[in-house]
């Protein structure tokens, strides 16, 4: 018997050159892609944020930041940012260094506690290093100015928190932006565009879903307005409330519960033009909407102090009116010399504030009455000195805008709502 043995035999196959290019641009595509992310991640700079907190010992203050505060408070917290810019803006990571702002003051055991803000961009790849830099700058600011503040160094503590625990921080408060930077040579009349969040105060008081006029937002649930925005207008169900910087595309809208104009006011007159707007429900403060401090009774402007009014005012005499909020950079008036004959002719009373222009440049005009001006002081806080109330024309020669004095006001806001 024969056995038939079959053998089978095997061929290798040849690798397909093109599959081993592919594989090849493959891997090189891998590595490329991870060393991409590496250098972004490591070496492309990166915003952080941090909270600090330290001891001072012996002195109360309550300062929580959600309205006007004391002098004294005012300047503890001033002279603290200043020294701290300094500390830092002469460091090591002076290039890192963005801001820093005092938060609040408040009272804890044997004293108070300073509540801070710091803001600075570098890679990720120093996060563990800047961290540590930072706390020794702070410790050694707190060393230096032991005697003026009685401030206790070892108190210091550094956290980092996120973007939006940053902007938390401040929501709060009254007064303060989302920037700080704003475009130069601004208007309303003839003029350019706010910055998105630059004045997070302002709102628009739609009249049957138009826009009518400004107003400012002063809590929770309140506004101030101009008292002539409501003659004839007075029912609250017709109007609603914008925020945002666009107005035909509000980042919040609000209806309206009450309207208080005040009792003296009667149109078509300009005295005592002022009047309160009640939100039928309390506002959620974000980063774009936040209110404005109001000023003491006693804050005093000179002449030529810098001011800033904000609106949807037409952009000219019987002009457009804009999409975008619109600002203007204007300078306080003595009122005597508003009221020269060839001027305002005795118009303006003590109640009232003069600003802008003797001649004429930028001003507030039609349907901006009823919004802010506002004044910033030494710190950057913001505070709503007058309502734009009246002016001949807009941005004529001789002819600046009058606003009603907020701080002459005072006791009737606070009469009507408790601030």
Known sequence: MYMIHTSVSSQRRSWPLWRTILIFLGVVAILGLTIGLLIHFLAVEKTYYYQGDFHIFGFTYNDNCEKAISQASTDLSKDIETKMSDAFQNSSVYKEYINSQVI???????????????????PPAKKNSMKTKIKAILHQMLKDNMASWNAVPTSIKLTEISTYNAEMLTNNCCGRRLTNSIPVGNRIVNGENALVGAWPWQASMQWKGQHHCGASLISSRWLLSAAHCFARKNNSEDWTVNFGTVVNKPYMTQKVQNIIVHENFSSPGIHDDIALVQLSEEVSFTKYVRKICLP??????????????????TLYMNGPLPVILQQAFLKII???????????????????????????EADACQNDSGGPLAYPNSRNIWHLVGIVSAGEGC???????????????????????GL
């Open 104 to 122: 609040k003051l408040l009272p804890d055991s044997n004293g108070s506690s300073a509540h801070l803000q710091l803001t600075f961009k570098f």
């Open 296 to 313: 003491e009774a006693k804050m005093k402007l000179s002449a030529n102090d810098s001011v800033v009014v904000t609106g949807w005012g």
């Open 334 to 360: 003595d009122n005597r010399v508003c009221n020269a004959p060839y001027a305002l002719s005795g118009l303006v009373t003590d109640t009232m504030l003069c600003a802008g222009f003797m001649s004429g």
């Open 395 to 417: 941005g004529k020669k001789n002819k600046p805008g009058v606003y009603t004095r907020v701080t002459a006001y005072r006791d009737w806001i606070t009469s009507k709502t």
